[in-house]
């Protein structure tokens, strides 16, 4: 089973005697001792730090990592490896990770190296620490065949485990390091680790494909690699211990999407669901290259199990466009709006996943359009000729205009940029009038499609407090803070409200039975939300 290793970086050993503790209190298997992050060597500290490795219920690996690779030990060779060679000599160490290119560089550290891990260089008979081959490309990723070229290679040099870590510049170097990992695994015992943000499906999915360990942070601040996550969140938030090889994969694909709420509502959802699958963010670049270029990559590559995607700005036009372009089905309102934020994937039977079927729907227009008829306690087919006004012209307020109208609503949009007010109109058979105009409007329901309200600028509202009054309902799909100031205002006039949680938990309910075909746990997606904002 795939080991979750904490890195242990603390620059003295009495500290990194404290967070081997911790980490062993949040159930890591492995500690990495960052020998190279200590201030300094201190031999009677480093017995100490031996002694207290020697106590730790899983197994210890021991680095001094270089500067060259992303470490910080910038002695001499010399000095680097007599201090793998003292801790090598405790019984507590269990590992050593070496870099292959100082191993290759010089014969003498190359037999010293044997001579504490006892590969096939060190005298026979004498069980020593094991040898982890490593190499870190901490500017880039190279080409794909190289990663497999050196990953045999160090296999070569007898090492016991091989390892390969590398800066991703975008999702589809993490794509080939996942290759390489495929590819390596069945040989011998392998570690492949994409580092940065877009890195993160290499740290999750290394256990669905049997990697040797992935690493992950004892707290949020205290990375030893870019990208790397902490324990917490590798456990708590992307189920860890809950993923095995069958696993199926989906995620939000975005940019910025590192603090999307979708990955802590969607794993919940599964979790709590039994379901077995794990939902991560996914940083796509922006441009339709980018976003084809990873689902292509992802539909090549069938056993990743990715199933489908979330998809976010700036991506939900390109997602139509890569659907057409594969012959895929979009669901008739998401052409209609021409944004999707759902992608479904159905493998089909060839290996290189040339017949898998993709098709595109928009949730964001059902959300909305549920969290409103919960709102009024009524069914879609009641709100015919109900007037509505809708504050916003953006990617939001054309979803919900587009299902308003679907279902006879009359609709009437308000936007500080007329033009956009008046283009969205037309396109939908709606109303466009001035911003300033609404607060007279005979509107029974009021939406704000508008950012005006979110966090941090929680004092502005779309609407005065004198346009509320008399309203039946008045719905904000801005989702954090949960109460904006213009629902509370509506709330002190009388107003029936829905916040944006309701419609943001409804369209990623939506997203999952899409995807599974089972209803979602909406009140588990929920109780997610809400203690994500809170918190
Ligand atoms: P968008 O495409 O950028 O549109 C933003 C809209 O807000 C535009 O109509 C813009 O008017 C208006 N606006 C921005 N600042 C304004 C200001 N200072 N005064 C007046 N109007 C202003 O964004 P979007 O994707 O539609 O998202 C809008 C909001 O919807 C988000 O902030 C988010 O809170 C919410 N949302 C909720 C959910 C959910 O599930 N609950 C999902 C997605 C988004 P102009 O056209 O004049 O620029």
Redo the contacts with the bound molecule.
């Keep these: 089973m795939t080991r979750l290793c904490v890195s242990l970086t603390g620059s003295t050993c009495r500290r990194m005697i404290e967070d081997m503790q911790a980490a062993a209190a949040a159930g890591a298997d492995m500690v990495e001792l960052r020998l190279d992050c200590l201030d300094e060597w201190d031999p009677s500290g480093i017995d100490m730090l031996l002694g207290a490795a020697s106590r730790f219920p899983g197994e210890v690996l021991a680095t001094c990592r270089r500067a060259a690779e992303g470490g910080h030990c910038d002695e001499d060779e010399t000095v680097r490896v007599s201090r793998l060679e003292h801790v090598g000599l405790s019984d507590a160490i269990d590992y050593i990770d070496f870099e292959y290119e100082s191993l290759r560089a010089s014969p003498n550290i190359r037999q010293k190296i044997a001579l504490v891990c006892g590969s096939r260089h060190g005298p026979a008979g004498r069980p020593k620490r094991k040898l982890i081959l490593s190499k870190h490309e901490i500017e880039a990723t190279p080409p794909w065949y190289t990663l497999r070229f050196t990953l045999d290679a160090m296999g070569r040099e007898g090492a016991d485990v091989v390892k390969l870590a590398c800066r991703a510049g975008s999702i589809v170097d993490a794509l080939h390091m996942l290759d390489a990992l495929h590819y390596s695994v069945p040989a011998r015992p392998t570690v492949a680790l994409a580092m940065g943000e877009a890195g993160l499906i290499t740290r999750v999915l290394a256990r669905k494909l049997g990697a040797f360990l992935s690493f992950a942070a004892l707290e949020e601040g205290r990375e030893a690699a870019p990208g790397q996550v902490s324990i917490e969140r590798m456990r708590g938030l992307y189920r860890w211990d809950a993923i095995g090889p069958e696993t199926r994969v989906y995620g939000v694909i975005g940019c910025p999407v590192a603090h999307s709420m979708s990955p802590a509502i969607m794993n919940a959802a599964f979790a709590a669901a039994g379901i077995d699958a794990v939902y991560l963010p996914l940083r796509v670049e922006p441009g339709f290259e980018a976003l084809a270029a990873f689902l292509t990559g992802v539909l090549r590559r069938p056993w990743l199990h990715m199933r489908g995607f979330s998809v ?2 700036p991506h939900k036009q390109d997602l139509l466009r890569f659907v057409d372009r594969r012959d895929g089905v979009v669901e008739p309102l998401a052409r209609r709006i021409a944004a999707a934020n759902t992608l479904v994937i159905e493998p089909g039977e060839h290996l290189d996943g040339a017949d898998a079927k993709v098709s595109a729907y928009n949730t ?1 227009y059902r ?2 359009l549920e ?1 409103l008829c919960e709102g009024l306690a009524c069914r879609p087919e009641d709100l015919r000729d109900t007037p509505v006004a809708v ?8 979803a919900i205009v587009a299902g308003l109208r679907d279902w006879g609503c009359r609709v009437t949009i308000f ?3 007329r033009d ?2 008046e283009a969205l109109a037309a396109e939908f058979g709606a109303q466009a009038r001035p ?1 300033e105009d609404c607060a007279r409007h005979d509107a029974r329901v009021v939406v ?7 966090w941090p600028d929680v004092d ?1 509202s ?1 609407l005065p407090p004198e346009g509320l009054a008399g309203r039946p309902l008045v719905f904000d ?4 803070p949960m109460e904006t100031r213009l629902l509370r205002e509506a709330r002190e006039r009388g107003c029936a409200t829905v ?10 309910a939506a997203q999952f039975e899409l995807w599974t075909g089972r209803p979602a746990p909406i009140d588990t997606m929920r109780a997610t939300v809400i203690e994500r904002l809170s918190a």
């Design positions: 976010t700005i964001d959300g909305a969290a504050l916003g012209a953006g990617g939001v307020s054309r936007n500080r940029t956009k007010a911003i704000n499609g508008t950012s005006l309200g979110m502005a779309p799909t801005v989702y954090n916040d944006g949680v309701a419609m943001f938990v409804r369209q990623a």
